[in-house]
């Protein structure tokens, strides 16, 4: 089991790879990065498309006339239709969603950007995720893509996890701790 998982972890990562320098090559990296985006989103809230996507019965050519259809009607980079269009060929369909996003993961490392995740027991404006991500970028020497959630659970305060450092001022991990020491004693 563990080898078919490492041979997708890798298939999906060479795939991706291979989309990023054939956009690169083209000139046409943002674009592709924008449809990948846009794409992947469209997986996540389309219940849908996540069923047909995994659904091993239908057939190649239907698939591929679902996938031109939907370039056409949301105006894909002709280079991700045929990139789509390839994966249904080859059967690697069904790992679209994990080669996009690691897509757009590889196109943020080739830029430079460090990944950070910020969640807080408030909802922020975005002028102070705005403060807090040039604040990251200062401390962290990096530009930084911010991923923000909103954790009403943590009670009070900020949880900021930029690659292995994570800080953590929330009102959830201070009473954890000293609940910790409570039953230490």
Same mark, same amino acid.
């Given at each position: 089991? &563990?080898?078919?998982?490492? #041979?997708?972890?890798?298939?999906? @990562? /060479?795939?991706?790879?291979?989309?990023?320098?054939?956009?690169?090559?083209?000139?046409?990296?943002?674009?592709?990065?924008?449809?990948?985006?846009? #794409?992947?989103?469209?997986?996540?809230?389309?219940?849908?498309?996540?069923?047909? !996507?995994?659904?091993?019965?239908?057939?190649?050519?239907?698939? @591929? +006339?679902?996938?031109?259809?939907?370039?056409?009607?949301?105006?894909?980079?002709?280079?991700?239709?045929? +990139?789509?269009? +390839?994966?249904? &060929?080859? /059967?690697?369909? +069904?790992?679209?969603?994990?080669?996009?996003?690691?897509?757009?993961?590889?196109?943020?490392?080739? /830029?430079?950007?460090?990944?950070?995740?910020? &969640?807080?027991?408030?909802?922020?404006?975005?002028?102070?995720?705005?403060? !807090?991500?040039?604040?990251?970028?200062k401390n962290f020497s990096s530009q930084i893509k911010l991923n923000y959630k909103y954790d009403p659970s943590l009670i009070g305060g900020l949880?900021?996890?930029?690659?292995?450092?994570?800080?953590?001022?929330? !009102?959830?991990?201070?009473?954890?701790?000293?609940?910790? /020491?409570?039953?230490?004693?």
């Amino acid at each position: 089991m &563990s080898k078919n998982k490492t #041979f997708s972890d890798t298939s999906v @990562h /060479r795939y991706s790879l291979a989309l990023y320098e054939l956009a690169n090559e083209d000139g046409k990296l943002e674009e592709i990065e924008k449809n990948s985006n846009f #794409f992947t989103s469209l997986i996540t809230n389309n219940e849908e498309l996540k069923l047909l !996507i995994k659904n091993p019965t239908i057939k190649k050519k239907d698939l @591929h +006339f679902i996938i031109l259809k939907m370039a056409e009607q949301f105006k894909l980079n002709d280079l991700m239709t045929k +990139f789509l269009g +390839f994966l249904i &060929s080859k /059967r690697r369909f +069904f790992f679209v969603e994990k080669i996009l996003s690691d897509f757009i993961e590889t196109c943020s490392k080739k /830029r430079g950007e460090v990944k950070a995740e910020l &969640s807080s027991a408030k909802e922020l404006s975005e002028s102070e995720i705005n403060d !807090i991500k040039k604040e990251l970028e200062k401390n962290f020497s990096s530009q930084i893509k911010l991923n923000y959630k909103y954790d009403p659970s943590l009670i009070g305060g900020l949880v900021v996890q930029v690659g292995s450092t994570m800080i953590d001022t929330s !009102i959830k991990n201070k009473l954890q701790k000293i609940e910790n /020491r409570m039953i230490e004693a």
